[in-house]
């Protein structure tokens, strides 16, 4: 390969890491070209999956800031498996593949600048695809907003019912409350006008 092609392989394998949300290692010994056409076929939009020279690309690995463990795995026949889409969908076609022909291995990868075994690989693949961990994610949150919705559609309701028995309780006390008895005269009021009469009158009185 002359320079000026290397210099441009470089390039590209650098941007795909950059603009990568993830990569996956992998050594394809035996593989044919039909068997890797199909695994891309299988990776649909989530991944493309690229045959690598190893020096070329752990030059591009290292000016992307990729860490290091994914570079000293480049030995071997390698190919690479850029994630765009789905990562759990992308790791599923990998492992999938790699089961149904066993001469995929899976050697390592990494995931937002964290690198990943190949057995992180094979769990993030038994993960739920992001649209029904969304979609479970959304049902959660409407179930939460329709429990405070009921919850502050209640609170008028129970405001009332409050008020009516507040309101009901004090009407109790205030017509259950004593009426207190007339009092007698005190020491120094005056007698009633009957009560102070003389005999003299009530007797005159008697007589007319």
Known sequence: MARA??????????????????AVLTEYRGLTVAQIGQLRKSLGDHASFS????TLTKIAA?????????????????????VHGDVVEAAKGLRDFARANPLLVIKGGVLDGRALKPAEIVRLADLEPREVLLAKLAGAMKASLAGAA?????LPAQMARLL???????????????????????PDEPEPEAAQATPEAAQESAES
């Open 5 to 22: 092609e290397k210099v441009t392989a470089v390039a590209e394998l650098t941007e795909r890491f950059q603009s990568s949300s993830g």
């Open 51 to 54: 045959v690598v020279k190893n």
């Open 150 to 154: 009921a919850t502050f559609n209640a």
């Open 62 to 82: 290292t000016e992307a800031g990729v860490t290091s463990e994914l570079t000293d795995l480049l030995t071997g026949p390698s190919a690479i498996a850029f």
């Open 164 to 186: 009516g028995a507040l309101e009901q309780k004090r009407a109790e006390g205030e017509g259950g409350a004593a009426v207190p008895a007339a009092a007698g005269p005190g």
